[in-house]
């Protein structure tokens, strides 16, 4: 491993994670009684550094299967800081929003560019089964469909980060309570623009959906203040 990676490892057990097994990801990951006379670190720093390794979402541990390493994911420590952030000041979230709403506005293009069919037939499945619900006699608040179809939009993008921080809005934004707002304009606003969106990804008319994505982040920003 390159020494100046090797140097900004903050543990010896992270580092032997980054480093062990790179041809083959899904193996085991030795008890940690072999690690510590394998790396030279006591029991009971490895526990620790193990422990962060769990909060930051790069390994699992069962009592059949030991240790394993996960698929890479930036949002478990986009996550836990960001919660931390808000717990201090609930403004952090307008911040990380605001992040969000750049990032889903630069990376709009490539993003759309590589859904495929079945992505596109399930935007339109996400966008009637919402405006059913906005439309039955009892109206139901469709967050969870207003979750799926902005992640869905970019789930194709190779990029753990921008992926990370995306997942990590949504889970924010319910934690605040957003995903419980109950103005039927507002939610009917959105999701008219949301139609837009997807109209114009399944038509191929990406510069009309990038429109109606800008301009529906600043019903957000808007509805944050009516309910501070």
Partial sequence: MNKM?????SSPFLEYLASAGLNDPEERIPALNDLSKELGVGLSVLREQLEVARALGLVEVKPRTGIRRLP?????????SLS??????????????DLRNHLEACYWDEAVRKLNDSDKADL?????????????PVVQ????????????????LDNPFVLGILEAYW????????????DLSYLQEVWH???????AICSGNY???????VTHKDLLFHRQGSIK
């Fill in 171 to 182: 889970d924010s934004y319910e934690a605040i309570g957003l995903n419980v707002y109950t």
């Fill in 124 to 136: 339109q499945t996400l966008i009637a089964r919402a405006l059913a619900k906005l439309n039955s």
């Fill in 193 to 199: 623009y949301h139609q837009q969106m997807v109209d």
């Fill in 84 to 97: 931390y952030a808000i717990r201090r000041s609930p403004l952090s979230f307008e911040a990380f929003a």
């Fill in 207 to 213: 510069a009309a959906g990038y429109t109606a994505l």
């Fill in 72 to 80: 890479y994911s930036f949002f478990p420590a986009v996550q836990q």
């Fill in 141 to 156: 608040i469709p967050h969870e469909d207003h979750r799926q179809l902005h992640l869905l939009i970019y789930r194709r």
């Fill in 5 to 9: 990676l090797r140097g900004s490892q």
